[in-house]
């Protein structure tokens, strides 16, 4: 057993005591202490220690980085402070402190349970006074704070309660001792082959992903000048997090409808299907930032890890890289080498361009797209080189010319920022992400779909990965397939459901009742009323679909969607000339401004043809085809199409559609 300061350390017994009272930690943080302890005063390099602590896995130095830091805290080092352990700038680490062997029976002091009496996140008495408010909300909650390595500490155990022994009949000593060593052997081989089993069933499945939500953290000094803060670092940190294969974390859009809000712990986890969740808040005061931050374990109702980052407000980078690694290092998650290297590059972009990115992220959040171009261009305008102000431009430009009738410029635009993201950070899969959306949109979902197989390649739990991969999918006609990576985009991560229209290809197979299963409950997103009205629709429920089509018009007149179900509610009520007059005053738009996706422009096909005016349908069918829109399938057996086939010209367009439908099955579908 080793003795240093005010610290006993007993390898054989996996303890480390400070003071008589258990220190928790992690089993490989503990491992990396008895490595260092026992080469005191001497330089250990950070291969040596590599090989030593993790001597099966071939892992980076970020790991080691990460456990570093959580035993300086376990020892009480403050920041900037070597008590204990001495960095060996590009070299390693030695181990300073005096140290004395002694026997393992000697000095060891009973720990009788009690906790540590040090904050086990390291926080400084300073810290944790500042952190205050943050903890009494944490108190209030009923929550436990806890090191993530109390997961695995055994419960305490009371003494059995004693009883006066029954009586029972004496057997002879003889078949006493047979029948005890019959169930002693009994026992062992039971024993034996549970151990066997566990063990060959945990090397055959993998640990499940920890699924993580970072919700937007809380301005506490209700300062409307910073309040973007609350979500923008938020998203910078979900950015930060998403490269880590070993978790499964909710995206941003996801958790923005918490901004503002006290979360109940244990209902927001329920609803984002999530078992750990990260809060905070922040609170600014002229040039001083100060992010509190606590990570709860959701199903033990205990505190993994929580904080104190005390910045400039000019380095506000430094809040997602603290929190991150705090993160990872809580979960006990390993990270590969080429997570590890995206975890350590970050790239460089001046305080103020960083600021105005961060005003863009969230003007975006709140559906602003005009004032986020400006305020994302001003951040570029000052520092062009950062590759997340790219994508998010990029992704800005997107939506306002796919519903604010932006025009094709604004396309332009999108595609070149998306490059420009990935030309300047190839790793970089958000704008993989968001370009393959764009290039689906725009008719060129042969594109797509490598980029988005290279982005599930690098990270299979990308649930937004897996939705696009189904839209560009659907864009070709491989409807099954389409089904399938929507459902398992769902399944990933269920709030897709909230936030996505639904899974379209189950109303192009003619599937309505999983199509209406797919869909989110009505509520007041324009978007998704218009899809419930459409079901509606097909279903041949006339007064009900033509209600809620009003309705999704009510809540935003200037959508494509809600004017083509407009029109459609128009024709229920027998009055196909006023729907007619909207449907030529949308086409004229989309032609004029050059914007609508094809398979948006297809709706307005079928809108004319329910209303009568085939020549229209016809020709926006074909327009539809050949801009990048063309399952087949659908084609040959949407009911809402009848009244064009009889058309000439029709067949061919049809035949064109089957090539195209083809040749894209012949690429992408999996053997």
């Given amino acids: 057993m080793y003795k240093f300061g005010c610290f006993q350390l007993d390898p054989s017994e996996h303890q480390l005591l400070r003071d008589g009272r258990t220190v928790a930690l992690t089993p490989k943080t503990f491992d990396l202490l008895v490595f260092l302890v026992s080469h005191q005063g001497r330089l250990v390099t950070k291969d040596q220690i590599l090989a030593a602590v993790w001597p099966e896995s071939f892992v980076e130095e970020g790991n080691l980085t990460v456990s570093v830091s959580a035993l300086r805290k376990a020892l009480g080092e403050r920041p900037g402070e070597q008590q204990f352990i001495d960095t060996v700038p590009k070299k390693g680490y030695r181990f300073t402190a005096p140290v004395t062997e002694v026997e393992s029976s000697v000095g060891l002091e009973p720990a009788n349970g009690a906790r540590s009496s040090a904050d086990p996140s390291g926080l400084t008495p300073v810290q944790e006074q500042r952190g ?11 929550l436990k704070t806890e090191h993530p390595s109390d997961v695995n500490s055994p419960p305490e155990v009371s003494e059995p309660e004693r009883h006066p022994p029954l009586e029972t009949a004496k057997a002879p000593a003889s078949d006493t001792r047979q029948v005890v ?34 919700l937007p953290f809380q301005n506490l000094a209700h300062d409307p000048a910073s309040d973007f803060l609350g979500f923008s670092l938020a998203d910078a940190i979900i950015n930060r997090l998403a490269y880590v294969n070993a978790l499964t974390i909710r995206p941003s859009y996801a958790v923005q409808k918490y901004r503002g809000e006290i979360p109940d712990i244990q209902q927001v986890a329920r609803s984002l299907s999530v078992d750990a969740l990260l809060t905070g808040s922040f609170i600014r005061e002229g040039d001083n930032l100060r992010v509190s931050y606590q990570l709860v374990d959701v199903a033990g109702n205990r505190i993994l890890r929580q904080g104190t980052v005390d910045v400039k407000y000019q380095n506000l980078l430094a809040v997602q890289d603290d929190v991150s690694a705090q993160v990872i290092s809580a979960l006990a998650l390993t990270l590969s080498p080429a997570e590890a290297e995206n975890l350590r590059t970050q790239q460089a972009i001046s305080p103020l361009a960083y600021g105005y990115y961060l005003r863009g992220v969230d003007l975006y959040s709140r559906g602003d797209f005009p004032l986020a171009i400006k305020m994302l261009e001003k951040s570029i305008e000052i520092y062009p080189d950062y ?28 595609q070149g920022a998306y490059e420009r993201a990935m030309l300047l950070q190839p790793t970089l899969t958000l704008a993989r992400i968001y370009m393959a959306n764009l290039l689906t949109d725009t008719g060129k979902a042969r594109q797509a779909v490598p980029l988005l197989r290279e982005a599930l390649r690098t990270n299979p739990n990308l649930a937004e990965a897996h939705w696009e991969l189904g839209y560009a999918y659907r864009y070709g006609g491989m409807l099954s397939e389409s089904v399938g990576e929507c459902k398992r985009a769902r399944e990933l991560d269920p709030s897709v459901k909230l936030t996505s229209s639904a899974i379209n290809a189950y109303l192009y197979l003619g599937d309505y009742d999983s199509f209406l299963r797919s869909l989110p409950a009505a509520n ?41 179900g407009k029109a459609l509610s128009y024709h229920i009520r027998h009055d196909d000339q006023n729907g007619l007059k909207l449907l030529n005053a949308a086409e004229t738009k989309i032609k004029q401004r050059a914007v609508g996706d094809p398979e948006a422009a297809y709706k307005l096909a079928q809108a004319y043809a329910e209303l009568g005016d085939t020549p229209s349908a016809l020709e926006i069918f074909r327009h539809s085809v050949e801009n990048g829109f063309f399952p087949y399938a659908y084609f040959v057996n949407d009911p809402l199409m009848n009244n064009v086939r009889p058309q000439p010209g029709f067949q061919s367009a049809l035949e064109v559609a089957r090539e195209r439908s083809d040749s894209f099955r012949s690429l992408f579908q999996v053997q």
């Fill in 132 to 142: 205050k408010a943050e903890l009494s909300r944490a108190e209030a909650t009923g």
């Fill in 181 to 214: 060593v019959a169930s002693i052997l009994m026992v062992a081989a039971i024993a034996a082959f549970v151990v066997l089993y566990r063990a060959r069933h945990a090397a055959a499945t993998p640990a499940a992903p920890r699924r993580l939500a970072v």
């Fill in 524 to 564: 007041d997103s324009a978007y998704i009323e218009f899809y419930w009205g459409f079901a509606l629709y097909h279903m041949h429920q006339w007064e009900k679909a033509a209600a809620t089509l009003d309705h999704a018009y009510e809540l935003d007149s200037a959508m494509l969607q809600t004017q083509v």
């Fill in 387 to 414: 590759a997340l102000t790219w994508a998010h431009l990029g992704r800005a430009y997107t939506a306002s010319a796919s519903f604010n009738f932006g025009g094709a410029e604004l396309y332009s635009k999108a």
